[in-house]
């Protein structure tokens, strides 16, 4: 695409050029991170990466935080939705599958790796890293709030405090040991949580 | 310091010149850390921070990498026993409550956030983050064990999983959201574990 061209935001319709230059320097900033880390991000490189002009992404995006920022928000909308199982042991092993399978998927997780790193130094990095994981909380939490209403869980039990109950495992053995995320620990992580949840620890 | 007279490591007596010369070193380290982060590290800015020589620094440390290993190192050997109680609720929320201090406290909140951020990027500090936690988690499984002896929990529980599932929450609170790290936060995690734990979760 050519340096110049590129249409302000919201004047082209969704799917147009705007959208295309968005979907490939996000592509392009997402290989950089999983492959070198944040500090290698450069504007001026993830430009040529996505074949779009400097001065796009310059006025478009303006910063690296920036860029990470809207990668972030990018990821959270693309995020899958929820299982609807009926059953909440099943929805909460599903999340946690899910969860599982992002951090060990090889491009994903060195992709949070590096955001989870940048987030640690970079106070906008952070504000957006928390943003994306209240989506994915917030997307989740309707099955416990049913399961509550169900009287599957005691009254009052805090719906994202259960969701985020099943992540935090999943996510402190990732980052601390180097114990493999595999399977029987996704499953294990959401039967912990549930009966943590029955057991009022959450409301 | 003088910077060419440092002892061979080996050759003094611990509590001499040697034992000095490290701790200057790795407090300094630790202070650069805790301000500006892994990437601000450089061996000749700690050895002037630290007043020892250069070169006693290159020729001790030799690597950014192995000067962050050393630093977890002395984090683990210098950390607080684990507190006994005899009840496992007390030990466990004593646990919680000790993350929860050390992520909150200043110096030492920064000083893990640079050691984490590192950590993605580089495997020697993961390697060497992930033995901090090995240690700290050997120090407080005691408590569990004896609970299982005492036939308060499962037979085959496994009590590193248990102590693990306490810091678990307390660190994705820490890295995903804004919420504080607070006393009713501490106890809940320990709370949740112990309800996990007595379903069996981690037998």
């Known amino acids: 695409m050519a340096s110049s061209d590129a249409a302000e935001p919201g004047t082209v319709r969704p799917g147009g ?16 991170l999983a492959e070198q880390g944040f500090h290698a991000l450069d504007l001026a490189e993830v430009a040529r990466r996505a074949d779009v002009g400097k001065t796009t992404v310059y006025r478009r995006w303006g910063s690296v935080a920036a860029l990470v920022a809207d990668l972030l928000t990018d990821m959270a909308e693309q995020s899958l939705p929820r299982t609807e199982t009926g059953s909440l042991l099943d929805d909460l092993t599903a999340n946690a599958d899910l969860v599982r399978r992002t951090l060990t ?18 106070p906008r990095t952070a ?13 989740w939490a309707p ?8 009287g599957e869980l005691p009254a009052g039990t805090d719906p ?44």
């Open 105 to 122: 998927d090889p491009r994903q997780g060195a992709l949070f790796k590096a955001v989870i790193a940048a987030a640690m130094s970079d």
């Open 17 to 32: 050029r705007t959208a295309r230059v968005r979907t490939a320097v996000l592509r392009a900033a997402g290989d950089t």
């Open 160 to 203: 994202a405090e259960v969701i985020r109950a099943v992540s935090a495992p999943l996510y402190y053995r990732f980052l601390t040991t180097e114990a493999p995320l595999d399977e029987p620990t996704a499953t294990r992580a959401a039967h912990a949580a549930l009966a943590a949840a029955r057991a009022g620890a959450y409301a």
């Open 143 to 150: 099955c416990v709030r049913e399961a509550v209403e169900r």
């Open 127 to 139: 504000e957006a890293l928390h943003r994306f994981y209240e989506v994915r909380v917030a997307e």
